[in-house]
């Protein structure tokens, strides 16, 4: 079913997406894959990026899901087997660009996605354009497109499909949508199964106990697996004590921020999104803190937030505008990526980019240090490239932006590079 003739608005009219939002997501794709190269030829990528590479490729060549920096299946990790569709693509263009391509797209979808579902609940055209345009100016979904390949990148775009299904009453597309989520990570099980059980009460019953009993089954099946594996995932410790609460208040300060406040219209409502708000907020300490705003950790929070915001606006067309202004101000000025005033993309070190392409061509094995994750995104395509095991202070400490911008045109041939300046990771730095 095309996207743009999933059905017509409870309010009869047409519920396709505006010509602005696809306007919108185009120069948003461009915009940051542009940025996603530019952060690539950087070697700025993180090993996540180069993992998801190398099981997909492994897969193509029928080794399984196994890649050389989890040292082990990646679906042992994490119950991410939705992106085996992504198999073929790969197999056809084995590179990381592949991914970042993918990644963008589905980010710059969900702000479609996100108008079809206004349109859907009756709102006008106006307010569809204005949510689908927020939601890809918020830092959170500008944060999700910069960062790491992961699967929660998809999660905004599946979520949207899904409401808009629901909404619908649509039994089999909103199934296959909650499958597809459920097969992104093991927590959409448990979310889905709570999403699943309001639906069954408040909205369509067999919708509802459909999708809790398929999250059941698959987070059943999930943990079974794991059980005669004998591996366990990837995940923080919870516990009941918050770590950092006024962090953690800040950053979900900050993404209600960036739709304008907008969901508190919801009321009681905004309950339905405890467990939400829990898995990030109960979390022991990671290896990083969870709670930023742009993190695939908020993803499934970034989606509930958006969708909420979306429904007020079909709602009541009057915050419409303050949803707008308040994604606008936020990705202005707590942006988390490189498009924030007075920040510049990452001068580009041609030779380190081509010793790590080279990597990738080595016909035997070759262990690529911690502090070179960047190296093993780009070679990871190979099955000969493993990334060294985690080690105390093994990692790189280049600030994670670039600020010069004499040193950014200097490398494009405008201008002089700057004196005593050289290279940390695309950042300049006062050279030793």
Known sequence: MRLGAVSRSAAGGPSGPTRAVVVA??????????????KLWALRYGADTGTFLQWLVNEAHG????????????????????????????????????????????????????????????????????????????????????????????????????????????????????????????????????????????????????????ALLNGAGFAIAEHLHGAVPSIPAYGVHVDMPFVKLASFAALLASFGFVPLWLGRRLLLAAPLVAEVAFNKPWAYDISRVGTHWMAPLLAATAIGAAFAVARNRRLAVPLLAGALVCALFFNDTVLKIGRWPYVVDRAAFAHARALGGTPSDVVIPRSDEGAYAVAAASLHVLLARSRPNDMATCSPYNRDARAFFASLGIGTWPANTALCLGVPVPAK
């Open 25 to 38: 997501a185009a120069i948003f794709f461009a915009a940051y894959l542009a940025l996603a190269l530019n």
């Open 63 to 214: 080794r399984g899901s196994w890649n050389g920096a989890e040292y082990r299946p990646h679906l042992q990790v994490h119950d991410s087997w939705t992106l085996l569709a992504l198999v073929p693509l790969v197999a056809l263009f084995p590179y990381v660009q592949t991914l970042l391509v993918v990644q963008v797209l589905a980010v710059a979808s969900s702000g479609i996605a996100l108008c079809v579902f206004v349109r859907v609940c009756g709102g006008d055209a106006r307010s569809a354009s204005f949510a689908g345009i927020a939601f890809l100016l918020t830092p959170a979904a500008q944060g999700l497109a910069y960062g790491n390949f992961l699967e929660n990148v998809f999660v905004p775009l599946l979520a949207t499909l899904g409401a808009t299904f629901v909404r619908l009453r649509r039994f089999w597309p909103a199934l296959i949508v909650a499958q597809a989520l459920l097969g992104l990570k093991e927590d959409e099980a448990l979310f889905l199964m709570w999403f699943g059980a309001a639906c069954a009460l408040w909205w369509d019953r067999r919708i509802g106990w459909s999708v809790a009993g398929l």
